[in-house]
C-alpha cells in the first residue's frame, strides 16, 4: 500500500515539475509549440478538475460541464466586444454567470438522480449552446473574436506566452488545493457520504440537496474560471465551446486520469490531449485508435490512470 | 405516562391496492423497549419508514414528544431525536468506521458549511465518534473501512451511528437479521444496557430476544394492529397464536 501510494506520488510529483518546468524547456529548444499545447492542458485539466469534484467526489454524473467553459468565455468575450477590457471587471463577471447558471441547473437537475440527472444537465447545456448561437450581436454560430485579451494592468501580461502560461497554472494548482481542502473538510465529508449512501446521510440527519447543490456551484465556478482563461487562449470563443462533445471531452479527461483522485484529471487531461494531439498528426481517423484506447482503460484499468499505477505497483 | 414519546394514531399507507398499514396506532412510553413483530409481509419495515420519515403515510398522523412530525423530512426527524438502523446494514461503506460515527455527530454539531479545516481533525467528533464506537464494543476497529468489517460488526457500527446523534428514541430494523448466536447474544446484552439510556422500537424476529428484552409488543398482522401488550399477555393471546400458526411454538416454546 505505501509502495503503491509512493508510485502514484512519484509520478504526481513529476508531473508537477514538469509542468513547472515546461517554458523553460521551450525556451531552451526554441519549441513554442509545446507551451502552446500545455497551456491548453492546463486550462481543460482545470475544467476537469472542477468536474472530478462534482463526479468524483460528490457522484454527480454532470455531461453538461462545458456549459461554464462557454459561459466564462462568452462573459470575457461579450465585455471585450463591448469595450470593457479589465479582467478585473470581466473575470469576476465571468465566475459570477457561471456560478448564477449552476446555481439555476443545479436546483432544477438535482431533483433527479442517475440517468436523468445525465440527460438534464445535458439539456440544458445544449440550451446555453444555442442561444449562444443566437446571439447575433456577438457572432453567433461563427463565434466571436476577442481582439484584446484581458487587461490586468501592470499586474500581469496575459498576451506572453509564459506569463499566460504560468497564470493557468497558478490557477490549476490554486484549483486543485482548493478541492483538497474542500475534500477534506467537514462539507466534503458530507458530499462523499451522499455519494455513498443517501438514505443513510438523511437518516443522520443531512439535508442532502443543499449540499449538494452548493458543491454543483463551486464546481460550475471553478469550470467558468476554465473558460474566462480558455477564451483568452484562444482569442475567440464560440458556441462549439459549449456543445456536448466538449462535455464529453472533459468526462473522459476524468475517467482516464481517475475520478475521486486529486490529480487524476490533470494526468487525464495530459494524456487525452496529447494522443488527440499526435494521433490527428498521423491520422485523420484519430478517434478510431483513441476510442478502443480509452475502452481498454475504462475496463481494465478502474479506477483511471492514477488508479493503474497503484495497482501495478503492488502486483 | 401521559404524554407518551412517541404517539401512532390510525397511520394508513397503501401500495397500489394493498393495505401495508392499515389503521395503526400505538404509544411508546419514555423508555420504554417497544417491540414490534408479524409474520413476514406485516408491514413492519413500511410503518418503520413512514416513522422516519423515509415513506409518507396516507393518512393518520405520528407525534414525536407531543410534536406533529408527520410530514417533517427524515433529516429534520433526526435533528428532534429519532434514530434508526437498517434492516439491510446502510452505512457509508468506503469509509472508515470512526469516519461513520463522525459524521452522525457532525450531523448534529450546526451546519456543516464549512470548507477548509480537515473534519477528520476535529477532536470533539473524533472523541464522539470513538466513546459510541467503545459502547457497541468497536473501539478497536475504528480506522478499518466499513466494506472490511464482518457483518456482525456492521450490524454493531449501525448502532453506534444511531447512538451517536444522541437520540430520544431509537429506531432498531431487525438488528439481529442475520447474526449467528454468539453475536445475538451479544446485541441482546448490548441493547439491554443501552434501553436504560434510550427509549427504542424493535422490529425483530428473534422471538427468544424480543421477549427477553420487550416492555411492551405490538404485533402486526397484514398491516392491522392485532394485540398491543406486556409480553406475558401476548404469549397468551389466541390471536396472535393463530397469527404465528406455522411458528406458533417459536412464540410460546420460549420464555
Given at each position: 500500500m505505501t509502495a503503491s501510494l509512493n508510485a502514484r506520488n512519484a509520478i504526481v510529483a513529476l508531473v508537477i515539475a514538469g509542468l513547472l518546468l515546461l517554458p523553460l524547456y521551450s525556451s531552451m529548444t526554441g519549441n513554442i509549440f509545446v507551451l502552446t499545447l500545455f497551456t491548453r492542458i492546463v486550462i481543460f485539466a482545470l475544467a476537469a478538475a472542477s468536474l472530478n469534484l462534482i463526479m468524483g467526489y460528490g457522484g454527480m454524473m454532470s455531461f453538461g460541464h462545458a456549459a461554464y467553459l462557454g459561459i466564462g468565455g462568452y462573459a470575457v468575450g461579450m465585455l471585450a466586444h463591448e469595450g470593457i477590457g479589465s479582467g478585473f471587471v470581466q473575470w469576476p463577471v465571468a465566475l459570477a454567470a457561471s456560478a448564477l447558471f449552476a446555481l439555476v441547473i443545479g436546483a432544477l437537475s438535482l431533483r433527479t438522480r442517475g440517468v436523468y440527472f445525465i440527460m438534464i444537465t445535458l439539456a440544458f447545456a445544449q440550451m446555453a449552446y444555442y442561444v449562444a448561437s443566437g446571439l447575433a450581436r456577438y457572432g453567433g454560430d461563427d463565434g466571436l473574436t476577442i481582439y484584446k485579451r484581458s487587461d490586468f494592468g501592470g499586474l500581469?501580461?496575459?498576451?506572453s506566452r509564459v506569463q499566460f502560461y504560468y497564470l493557468c497554472l497558478a490557477c490549476l494548482f490554486g484549483g486543485i488545493y482548493l478541492i483538497w481542502r474542500i475534500v477534506n473538510s467537514r462539507f466534503g465529508m458530507v458530499v462523499q457520504g451522499l455519494r455513498s449512501n443517501e438514505q443513510r446521510m438523511q437518516a443522520i440527519g443531512f439535508p442532502g440537496n443543499r449540499y449538494r447543490l452548493v458543491c454543483f456551484v463551486i464546481s460550475g465556478t471553478m469550470c467558468g474560471l476554465a473558460g474566462a482563461l480558455l477564451a483568452n487562449n484562444t482569442d475567440f470563443v464560440s458556441p462549439a465551446s459549449m456543445y456536448w462533445t466538449r462535455s464529453g471531452d472533459l468526462m473522459v479527461m476524468v475517467i482516464l486520469g481517475g475520478m475521486g483522485s486529486l490529480f487524476g484529471p490533470v494526468i487525464g487531461a495530459i494524456v487525452y490531449l496529447v494522443l488527440e494531439e499526435f494521433l490527428s498528426q498521423v491520422t485523420e481517423y484519430w478517434a478510431l485508435i483513441m476510442g478502443p484506447l480509452l475502452l481498454l482503460i475504462v475496463l481494465f484499468g478502474r479506477g483511471g490512470i492514477v488508479g493503474l499505477l497503484g495497482r501495478l505497483r503492488r502486483g | 405516562m401521559a404524554d407518551p414519546l412517541l404517539r401512532v394514531e390510525k397511520l394508513v399507507r397503501r401500495f397500489g391496492g394493498i393495505l401495508a398499514t392499515d389503521n395503526v396506532s400505538l404509544d411508546v412510553a419514555r423508555g420504554e423497549l417497544h417491540a414490534i413483530i408479524g409474520p413476514n409481509g406485516a408491514g413492519k419495515t413500511t410503518l418503520i419508514s413512514q416513522l422516519t420519515g423515509q415513506l409518507l403515510p396516507h393518512s393518520g398522523a405520528i407525534y414525536l414528544a407531543g410534536q406533529d412530525i408527520t410530514k417533517v423530512p427524515a433529516y429534520r426527524r433526526s435533528a428532534l431525536g429519532l434514530a434508526r438502523s437498517f434492516q439491510i446494514t446502510s452505512l457509508l461503506?468506503?469509509?472508515t468506521a470512526a469516519d461513520n460515527v463522525a459524521l452522525a455527530a457532525q450531523a448534529h454539531d450546526g451546519h456543516s458549511f464549512h470548507f477548509w479545516g480537515n473534519a477528520r481533525k476535529i477532536p470533539h467528533l473524533r472523541k464522539t465518534a470513538q466513546s459510541a464506537l467503545d459502547r457497541v464494543g468497536l473501539g478497536h476497529r475504528a480506522d478499518v473501512v466499513v466494506s472490511r468489517l464482518s457483518h456482525g460488526e456492521q450490524r454493531e457500527l449501525e448502532l453506534a451511528v444511531a447512538l451517536a446523534t444522541k437520540p430520544q428514541l431509537l429506531l432498531l430494523d431487525e438488528p439481529m437479521a442475520g447474526l449467528g448466536v454468539t453475536e445475538s447474544a451479544r446485541m441482546v446484552k448490548l441493547l439491554q444496557e443501552l434501553r436504560r439510556e434510550v427509549s427504542i422500537v424493535l422490529v425483530e424476529h428473534d422471538m427468544d430476544a424480543v421477549f427477553a428484552l420487550a416492555d411492551r409488543i405490538t404485533v402486526l398482522v397484514y398491516g392491522r394492529v392485532i394485540a398491543s401488550d406486556v409480553p406475558a399477555a401476548i404469549r397468551q393471546n389466541e390471536e396472535v397464536r393463530r397469527a404465528y400458526l406455522g411458528d406458533q411454538h417459536a412464540v410460546t416454546r420460549h420464555g
Open positions: 500581469i501580461n496575459l498576451s | 461503506s468506503d469509509f
